[in-house]
């Protein structure tokens, strides 16, 4: 499902700094479209959450819905800036969530790891693929 949110963008000494009302959060990009890019990662991140699952999902405000919570958030400077919509593929981020690396450690004979070194083999892979074998997934 596609979405979109609007935003104000507003260049202050070099910086692109990006309000979102509906969410009342900022964020930044080091050129416009990357301030973009930085914004549709930031109301994905708000949406989906860091769990892959749907968290917040406010109601899409108008541009002149926008601008009212801007000023009731203390925000009214940004008013001055660009205001976009920005678009998020909610699917798409809620996989690329759920896709995240963590790091696990494990305790392995010495012995072991340095056969399995001197081999060259990389453990997150041989620890994916056994994981993967064990719930039956591959």
Request: overall charge negative; some cysteine.
């Amino acid at each position: 499902m596609k979405t979109a949110y609007p935003a104000f963008i507003k260049e202050d000494d070099g910086l692109f700094i990006v309000y979102i009302p509906d969410f009342n959060g900022f964020t930044q990009g080091r050129d416009f479209c990357d301030a973009i890019e930085m914004t549709r990662d930031y109301i994905g991140n708000c949406i989906v959450g860091a769990s892959g699952d749907d968290m917040n999902f406010p109601e899409i405000s108008s541009a002149k819905e926008a601008q009212k919570k801007a000023k009731k958030n203390h925000a009214e400077e940004y008013i001055s800036g660009t205001l976009t919509y920005v678009d998020v593929d909610v699917d798409a981020h809620r996989v690329a969530v759920k896709n995240l690396s963590v790091k696990k450690n494990c305790t392995l004979p010495l012995w072991l790891e340095q056969k399995a070194a001197a081999m060259g083999i990389n453990f997150s892979q041989v620890l994916q693929d056994a994981l993967k074998e064990k719930l039956r997934l591959a």
